[in-house]
């Protein structure tokens, strides 16, 4: 089974930085895209960042040049590195991979999903 486990989430300032996990087991990151989704209650989930598996990376025009999206393939994890942080940037962020190599942006192009990790900013 595949399983991705987010960490990193936490309380900020604004202007502030943080930097998200994804630990995937069962999974090799080396080979499929992965990504991160961000979610507040009442809004559909957002495409936030997506890497392909060979390492092209694409954003939401709400964080380019703010965000950053990396992997390291020898330890199955994926980060999220979050710059000049603002408060509509709160949300769940979810981790998540794909059975492809190539990033579609919809929701339902990724087959796994971590359980999420909360970012706030204030």
């Known amino acids: 089974d595949v399983q991705l486990v987010e960490s990193g989430g936490d309380s900020v300032q604004a202007g502030g930085s943080l930097t998200l996990s994804c630990t995937a087991a069962?999974?090799?990151?080396?080979?499929?895209?992965m990504g991160w989704f961000r979610q507040t209650p009442g809004k559909e989930r957002e495409g936030v960042a997506v890497?392909?598996?060979?390492?092209?990376?694409r954003y939401a025009d709400a964080v380019k040049g703010r965000f950053t999206i990396s992997k390291d393939n020898a330890e199955n994890t994926l980060y999220l590195l979050m710059n000049s942080l603002k408060p509509e940037d709160t949300a769940m962020y979810y981790c998540?991979?794909?059975?492809?190599?190539?990033?579609?942006?919809?929701?339902?192009?990724?087959?796994?999903w971590g359980q999420g990790t909360q970012v706030t900013v204030s």
């Open positions: 069962g999974y090799r990151s080396s080979d499929y895209c």
């Open positions: 998540v991979a794909s059975s492809t190599w190539y990033c579609l942006t919809t929701p339902t192009s990724f087959d796994f």
């Open positions: 890497i392909d598996s060979d390492g092209s990376d």
